[in-house]
């Protein structure tokens, strides 16, 4: 499976030092290191945009192409980078949807063609995405570029307000490979096949995965998420039961997780890496707890 990806950064001050350190992605055991595999180029006529690409040539290419032993839907794009000195880390958690024999992260590349026979590959859950919006992208400070998606990420900044740690949720398309071949305009910056850094699929413990069918991915924070439960034992005559199984559990993981993506197994995952207290546990009570935190949460908008 071919999955194109574009990690990158948008630089809006002529004043600030960034240098990439490196792409990371646990689920396909691969670890491009910048200087080695990569570097960064300007293929965009936007010049602040900096794009990771492999370092081939001097031709500014958008992005990277990966080629796995067999398909995925879920993998975890860790991006490095050194602003002002210090280290941010830029993760995204990207789901794929569709059935085709590659996958690419941007957004533009999923609308239809009237010169190729290319339907819309969207997923339901982008149709009002504005790429240039929506793209996952990592910036300075938060407020250099508003993501339309700005409910699925969430920051850590330092005291002078650059980000520190950005993590995001995101979906992505599947397409059909020869969407990708540079044969048009808005084409011909995109990585040759040739130059697909091969990959093995593997497992990963802190694969984020939405659950079946799921109402939306939002950020959380786990205060929020203890309260509703908590309210909602309450409702059920059943308090005895969240202050004697799901409180001392939430306790476990408050300082590793201390947010979380809703409708997705981010929280579970976080339990089962660090709660003894859930490990003590009977398989009754253990399946009692899954079943509060797996409760689909729904984002109202107003």
Not at 205 to 210: F, G, I, L, R, S
Not at 212 to 221: D, I, L, S
């Amino acid at each position: 499976m071919y999955i194109h990806l574009t990690p990158s950064f948008f630089l809006n001050f002529a004043n600030v030092s960034i240098e990439l350190v490196d792409v990371q992605i646990p689920e396909l055991d691969i670890l491009l290191q910048n200087d080695r595999e990569i570097t960064v180029r300007f293929p965009s006529p936007n010049k602040r945009i900096h794009y990771v690409c492999r370092k081939k040539g001097r031709r500014g290419v958008q992005g990277i192409l990966l080629n796995t032993d067999k398909p995925v839907s879920d993998i975890t794009v860790i991006t490095r980078w050194n602003v002002q000195g210090s280290l941010t880390v830029h993760r995204v958690h990207m789901h794929i949807e569709g059935t085709d024999d590659a996958a690419t992260d941007c957004i533009h590349l999923w609308m239809g063609e009237a010169s190729k026979p290319f339907g819309v590959k969207t997923p339901a859950c982008a149709k009002e995405w504005i790429p240039a919006a929506c793209q996952p992208r990592m910036t300075v400070t938060a407020a250099d570029r508003l993501s339309g998606r700005e409910t699925a990420i969430w920051r850590k900044v330092d005291p002078r307000g650059i980000i520190r740690e950005q993590t995001e949720f995101f979906t992505a398309a599947t397409v059909e490979p020869e969407r990708l071949q540079r044969d048009r305009s808005w084409t011909d910056r995109l990585p040759d096949f040739d130059d697909a850094f091969p990959c093995r699929v593997c497992e990963y413990p802190d694969t984020v995965k939405p659950v079946p069918h799921y109402p939306g991915v939002a950020v959380c924070t786990l205060q929020e998420q203890v309260a509703l439960i908590a309210d909602d034992l309450t409702h059920e005559g059943m308090q005895d039961a969240f202050e004697q199984i799901v409180k001392p559990v939430l306790e476990d993981v408050a300082d590793k997780c201390p947010v979380f993506f809703t409708n997705t197994n981010n929280l579970m995952n976080a339990v089962n890496r660090y709660s003894d207290r859930f490990r003590a546990l009977a398989e009754q009570e253990k399946a009692f707890f899954r079943r509060q935190v797996s409760i689909p949460l729904f984002e109202v908008i107003v």
